[in-house]
């Protein structure tokens, strides 16, 4: 297993938490059934989750810890959702029986394990024969932004080290497709999306959450811990992001890659 770089602080439990299938999973969305059984890996704090679960007939949702999965659980039982499982798993090994799930889905989760090809094997191995295996993940390296402020290119030069140090690959998005097939999956399907952030609503969320978590999430302990930056240079790239957060030509572009793969 890899170590997940962003940890769970409040400030990234803010990005996590706004994201839902339509900004999130569209690209699975029109293949759903209110018939399937999906599994939900790496279900964070449950937004996407609880989301699936008013369109099919149940989920299946895991975290690696429990501490981790308490914050889904927390969600379905706000939204009083009785067709939510949960389950602590590594996706490396995962303990359902073959051919179980109609659906396999993964958000941003396969550039935080230690194997990405394994994981895409063992989540194929779960998925009934003509199932699908969906799975989604940024590209970090694909990041643009302006204006064009040098603190901003600290700041993704030191998270992409922080997560290779952590055993995952940051610039997955781009690597799905060879995963998949890497992993044996023959009929591939492989897209791609963004999230954009201009409006002065959307750069205050965006700008503030990564103003916080470069001050306070494990990342931040990480990068002093390790000696890759200090904490002056930590709030360099905080008020950096406030900065572009308040400026009026404000931009910001996150791309991700998408497969769905026919089990």
């Known amino acids: 297993?890899?170590?997940?770089?962003?940890?769970?602080?409040?400030?990234?439990?803010?990005?996590?938490?706004?994201?839902?299938?339509?900004?999130?999973?569209?690209?699975?969305?029109?293949?759903?059934?209110?018939?399937?059984?999906?599994?939900?890996?790496?279900?964070?704090?449950?937004?996407?989750?609880?989301?699936?679960?008013?369109?099919?007939?149940?989920?299946?949702?895991?975290?690696?810890?429990?501490?981790?999965?308490?914050?889904?659980?927390?969600?379905?039982?706000?939204?009083?959702?009785?067709?939510?499982?949960?389950?602590?798993?590594?996706?490396h090994a995962l303990s359902f029986a073959d051919d179980t799930f109609d659906v396999v889905h993964a958000h941003q989760v396969l550039q935080h394990v230690g194997d990405p090809v394994q994981a895409l094997r063992e989540m194929r191995r779960v998925t009934r024969p003509g199932g699908l295996v969906a799975a989604r993940d940024a590209d970090y390296a694909g990041f643009i932004w302006f204006p064009l402020l040098p603190e901003l290119d600290e700041w993704l030069r030191l998270y992409r080290e922080a997560a290779r140090r952590n055993g995952g690959e940051p610039d997955a998005g781009r690597r799905l497709l060879a995963w998949a097939r890497a992993a044996g999956f023959t009929d591939v399907t492989s897209t791609a999306s963004t999230w954009c952030y201009a409006t002065p609503e959307e750069r205050a969320w965006w700008g503030g959450m990564w103003a916080d978590r470069i001050l306070q999430s494990a990342l931040s302990t990480q990068l002093e811990r390790d000696g890759l930056a200090d904490r002056a240079q930590l709030q360099q790239i905080s008020d950096a992001w406030r900065a572009w957060a308040s400026d009026g030509d404000g931009w910001y572009l996150v791309p991700h890659g998408e497969i769905l793969c026919r089990a």
């Open 1 to 91: 297993m890899a170590v997940y770089t962003h940890g769970h602080h409040d400030s990234v439990l803010r990005s996590h938490n706004n994201r839902t299938v339509a900004n999130s999973a569209a690209y699975l969305a029109g293949h759903l059934t209110p018939d399937d059984h999906l599994l939900d890996v790496g279900a964070g704090p449950g937004s996407i989750t609880l989301d699936f679960a008013e369109r099919v007939h149940r989920v299946t949702a895991t975290e690696i810890s429990d501490d981790a999965l308490a914050l889904s659980r927390s969600l379905a039982a706000e939204r009083g959702a009785t067709n939510v499982d949960f389950s602590v798993e590594d996706v």
